[in-house]
């Protein structure tokens, strides 16, 4: 076992230390991909990228599924296709026009980087003043959507043939901490579940992820 940076060197690192097997001549051992990536906009996708390259077998998402992830508008999209509820997003490119006819609270932050943290805006000028932070800063279009209030949860995913959820877990409210399993009742446990499954292979996952998702006060899983 080496552990190796997800940076330029990477691919030749790996190299002398999984040399080619001598009858089939394909790369061997498995790389268990931890990085984050460096820079650029879905930065994740970069390393499994350089090892598909190179013929490596890896663990976690392909860069398609980086990028299903990563971009929140495809996300969006993807889910809605799996006939999903998930939040309606609005790219806002030019706020002084776009911004009319929002309904406050609203959540905001940038198109590409779903794992960025993002922010509440209660009123037009916060919303505005967040723009402008946010286009100076990523330089990217800018992402609002409506908040969704409810009982916050992550559920795991492990696997691929089949995919299976570990026990469910709720983060509560006023940083409280966190609760697994989940106090939910067996149906909307089960939705939730349900839910969980079907985006992550809408998004492409593959082996592992954590889906967030916000169950309403009517018991619906809204996948975040």
Do not use: W
Request: charged fraction near 20%; aromatic fraction near 2%.
């Amino acid at each position: 076992v080496i552990v190796v940076e997800g940076d330029m060197n990477l691919l030749n690192q790996l190299r002398d230390f999984m040399p080619s097997h001598p009858m089939s001549g394909q790369p061997g051992g498995l790389v268990l991909n931890l990085a984050h990536g460096i820079q650029g906009e879905v930065a994740a996708a970069h390393v499994p990228a350089m090892l598909e390259m190179s013929g490596l077998a890896y663990t976690g998402p392909t860069p398609l599924g980086h990028v299903c992830a990563e971009d929140r508008l495809v996300m969006r999209t993807l889910l809605r296709q799996a006939g999903l509820s998930t939040p309606e997003p609005r790219v806002i490119r030019r706020p002084a026009d776009d911004c009319r006819d929002l309904l406050y609270p609203v959540v905001v932050g940038p198109r590409v980087g779903a794992s960025v943290r993002r922010r509440i805006e209660r009123n037009r000028q916060e919303l505005l003043d967040e723009f402008a932070r946010l286009a100076r800063r990523d330089g990217q279009p800018v992402v609002v959507e409506p908040l969704v209030a409810g009982q916050q949860l992550v559920v795991p995913v492990l696997g691929n043939a089949p995919a299976r959820c570990l026990p469910i877990v709720e983060i509560l409210p006023r940083r409280a901490g966190t609760q697994c399993p989940a106090t939910l009742d067996a149906g909307v446990a089960e939705a939730t579940r349900a839910a969980a499954l079907k985006a992550f292979h809408a998004c492409n996952g593959r082996d592992y992820a954590l889906v967030e998702v916000c169950v309403t006060t009517a018991g619906t899983p809204v996948v975040m």
